[in-house]
């Protein structure tokens, strides 16, 4: 019996060493940031301007205007698209009054967003079994 416990204590005490190590690896080092400098200033513009009230990334933040996602590398839209509306406004987006240099910089963070990943899942399908397969359009 007391064999039994010796053990058991062992390998708890090993999994809480493991688990431990695993999260000191984890989590010690720093998230490396993939914005260029001229992009962080885009993404300070957009939460400056709160344009997440309106507008969506990956699915979060306001439903009244569309998600700007993957906007910079739809064949429809891009950075030309994304100008004019920025300078003239639509029925519910307000006109806004950027620099040139403004503009270049949220262009640039829309760019290095459209480059992580794509949004939305277009294609999910439900199977019997209860998994759910998701296939997207132009995957990255």
């Known amino acids: 019996m007391k ?14 060493i493991i688990f431990s190590i695993y999260n000191y690896t984890l989590y010690s080092s720093p998230p490396k940031l993939t914005l260029s400098a001229k992009a ?59 620099s040139k240099q403004e503009t270049d910089a949220l262009l640039s963070f829309l760019k290095e967003v459209d480059k992580t990943g794509q949004y939305p899942n277009y294609n999910a399908n439900m199977k019997p079994d209860g998994w759910v397969e998701i296939t997207t359009e132009n995957e990255k």
Do not use: E
């Not at 010796?6 to 999994?15: A, P």
């Not at 979060?60 to 406004?89: C, E, F, Q």
């Open 3 to 16: 064999q039994n416990t010796y053990i058991y204590f062992l390998c708890i005490s090993s999994l809480i």
């Open 40 to 98: 962080m200033s885009g993404q300070q513009l957009w939460q400056k301007n709160n344009c997440f009230n309106c507008h969506q990334l990956y699915g979060l933040g306001g439903y009244l205007g569309p998600d700007l996602t993957n906007i910079y590398s739809n064949p429809n839209k891009g950075p030309g698209y994304i100008r004019a509306m920025l300078k003239s406004g639509v029925k519910t987006m307000p006109v806004f009054h950027f």
